[in-house]
């Protein structure tokens, strides 16, 4: 397939030089996952970019490595042992990276960190100052996964997510328990008046957040039900625009119970939350050891500690109580000292 690249000499390039590393690792993953749509999941990219770059990469390698489905891809016998030399890359690409880790204890320097995007810019965010006057010479990247195609990031130091899941030999470690319930402005109840039952909000306008549907099992059935089949939905997979939108009275949404600290004139509606996920934190051990990662890593473990911050405690606090709880501070959001 394709037409095979030549040097300007005529000659035909060698493979390596019609080779991205990039592409071989998307190659992998495509591999690995056996599907476009999976690798692009994992990948943080879309689906049409991965496809596109696949088609690339086998043009330029003048072979054809996937054979594409409805039911996902099939590696070719070219593609095969193509993966096969291109996982030892991975693998020896990886140790290297450890080892470069494991030689560089500096403490400046920038560590690029993965987090949903709605704790990435209203918890994590706000609470960088700290972290920059605390450690001057560390600077961040931090990626919240609204832009695929233009990711802020090659390879992820931290990262904070709802999947349990192990990683290789990562660290997974509970970092919080984010509870989930519904909220709304003052002006809206003021408007339509508060539900008084389950069923009644499923009556009301919503803002839905299309990402929020990990770890379903938390969720209370009821809760789900009216999360996903309200009459009225406001749909968006981005936390500033469900933000804004409760804010200006557009709807009731389900939301961390943390919004009470930035989101001011809001109400929980209910005595219970309606989901409590996990928030994990996974990191390779070796970052661990590098003097830059490793304050970052205290520094997002003391952002989310219970004892300071009660709506990340396990057991739920109901947000009233949060300016009752010693080390709690205000209500609405202030920049931290």
Same mark, same amino acid.
Request: a positive charge; glycine letters at 12%; proline letters at 8%.
């Given at each position: 397939m394709g037409v095979e690249k030549k040097s300007d000499g005529g000659a035909l390039l060698p493979a390596s030089a019609r080779a991205d590393w990039a592409d071989l690792r998307l190659f992998l993953h495509v591999a690995e996952s056996g599907s476009i749509s999976a690798a692009a999941k994992s990948l943080q990219m879309s689906q049409p970019t991965v496809s596109q770059r696949l088609s690339d990469l086998e043009f330029r390698l003048n072979t054809?490595?996937?054979?594409?489905? /409805?039911?996902?891809?099939?590696?070719?016998?070219?593609?095969?042992?193509?993966?096969?030399?291109?996982?030892? #890359?991975?693998?020896?690409?990886?140790?290297?990276?450890?080892? #470069?880790?494991?030689?560089?204890?500096?403490?400046?320097?920038?560590?690029?960190?993965?987090? /949903?995007?709605?704790?990435?810019?209203?918890?994590?965010?706000?609470?960088?100052?700290?972290?920059?006057?605390?450690?001057?010479?560390?600077?961040?990247?931090?990626?919240?996964?609204?832009?695929?195609d233009s990711p802020v990031h090659d390879d992820i130091d931290i990262s904070l997510q709802y999947d349990a899941r192990k990683f290789g030999d990562h660290v997974v470690e509970p970092l919080a328990t984010v509870h989930y319930a519904p909220f709304a402005a003052e002006s809206y109840l003021k408007l339509y008046g508060a539900p008084k039952s389950q069923a009644e909000l499923a009556t009301h306008r919503t803002v839905h957040h299309s990402a929020v549907q990990l770890q379903k099992e938390t969720w209370d059935p009821k809760a789900e039900a009216v999360r996903t089949l309200s009459s009225y939905n406001v749909e968006t997979n981005c936390s500033a625009t469900v933000v804004m939108s409760v804010l200006a009275g557009a709807g009731i949404a389900f939301l961390p119970t943390c919004a009470a600290a930035f989101i001011p004139n809001i109400v929980m509606l209910g005595e219970e939350p309606a989901a409590s996920p996990k928030l994990y934190l996974v990191y390779d051990p070796a970052i661990a050891r590098v003097a830059r990662a490793k304050s970052v890593l205290e520094w997002l473990q003391d952002i989310f500690s219970a004892s300071t911050n009660p709506w990340f405690a396990e057991e739920f606090v109901h947000p009233r109580e949060f300016a009752m709880r010693p080390g709690a501070g205000k209500l609405l959001y202030e920049a931290p000292d």
């Open positions: 054809q490595l996937v054979v594409r489905g /409805p039911s996902g891809i099939v590696l070719t016998e070219t593609g095969q042992r193509i993966k096969e030399h291109v996982a030892v #890359m991975q693998r020896s690409a990886s140790a290297i990276d450890r080892l #470069m880790r494991e030689f560089d204890d500096k403490p400046e320097g920038r560590v690029k960190i993965a987090a /949903p995007d709605g704790l990435g810019s209203f918890w994590i965010g706000p609470r960088i100052p700290a972290l920059q006057r605390a450690n001057p010479g560390i600077t961040l990247s931090l990626d919240g996964g609204l832009w695929p």
